[in-house]
């Protein structure tokens, strides 16, 4: 015996149920009091760290040119996105933070005990991990909010 399922009869319609609107969080946007002083700071870094790759090339450290080259295209990029006021910021400066984070936790975990630990210690804290919460703060400043 053969079971076929009748098709639903000609008034029946689907129609879908209604979605609630959920309210969108709103981030605030924290004040940033001198953007082209920041931008020009952060170009000027990342201008700064040119040399810097030619030093660990001739030193062969190849794996560590590759980041820091991304570090420097990263923060020239944040910082002549910031000077226009793009709203593309926002993921070059989460971008720049995570390299930024990166390069801290890398430099410091790979370093030899005494004076090279000490010095990267010295670099994570005094230089990387500052510019990543400055690249943190601005892409959360600069993330597109709802009209």
């Known amino acids: 015996m053969l ?52 030093v660990l090339a001739a030193s062969g450290a190849w794996n560590w040119v590759g980041l820091d080259s991304l570090e420097a295209a990263g923060l020239v990029l944040t910082g002549l996105l910031l000077r226009r006021a793009d709203p593309r910021l926002c993921l070059t400066a989460a971008g720049t ?23 990267a210690l010295a670099m994570a804290v005094l230089a990387e991990l500052p510019l990543a919460c400055l690249c943190a703060r601005l892409a959360l400043r600069s993330l597109p909010q709802p009209a």
């Open 97 to 119: 933070a995570v390299l930024l984070l990166t390069d801290a936790w890398f430099d410091v975990t790979t370093a030899a005990p005494g004076q090279a630990l000490a010095t």
């Open 3 to 54: 079971l076929v399922a009748a098709p639903f009869p000609p008034a029946y319609t689907a129609t879908p149920l209604p979605r609630p609107a959920l309210p969108r969080p709103v981030l605030p946007r924290p004040a940033l009091r001198r953007p082209e002083l920041v931008a020009r700071a952060l170009v000027g870094l990342g201008l700064v760290l040119v040399p810097w790759l030619g």
